[in-house]
């Protein structure tokens, strides 16, 4: 399973990125996909997250800026990020887990797609 990620780039504070999560499986085939950040110095942290009942959830820093919404026609999870401020930037990685009922849970993780915001 490959999760192929992009739309990272460099935007003034106060811009918005759209990032593009789409996996070589269905998204349907997973129980949660996110995306996490690593920014430098920091650890790497979950920024969004939708599950296969399009539950959301965002950690507090993004929330009412950031939404994460899943295409099934194009297979795709994408992250709006509107308003973003320059704490916003880090290396920004796609991840999905699969698994449960009775199979193993698995993780993986898309290469990391870099967001840098200027104040």
């Known amino acids: 399973v490959q999760l192929q990620a992009s739309g990272g780039g460099l935007v003034q504070a106060g811009g918005s990125l759209r990032l593009s999560c789409t996996p070589s499986e269905s998204t349907s085939f997973f129980n949660v996909i996110g995306w996490y950040r690593q920014a430098p110095g920091k650890q790497r942290e979950l920024v969004a997250v939708?599950?296969?009942?399009?539950?959301?959830n965002y950690i507090y820093t993004v929330k009412g800026r950031f939404t994460i919404s899943r295409d099934n026609a194009k297979n795709t999870v994408y992250l709006q990020m509107n308003s973003l401020k320059p704490e916003d930037t880090a290396v920004y990685y796609c991840h999905a887990e699969s698994g449960g009922l009775g199979n193993p849970f698995k993780d993986y993780w898309g290469k990391g797609t870099q967001v840098t915001v200027s104040s």
């Open positions: 939708i599950s296969s009942t399009d539950v959301t």
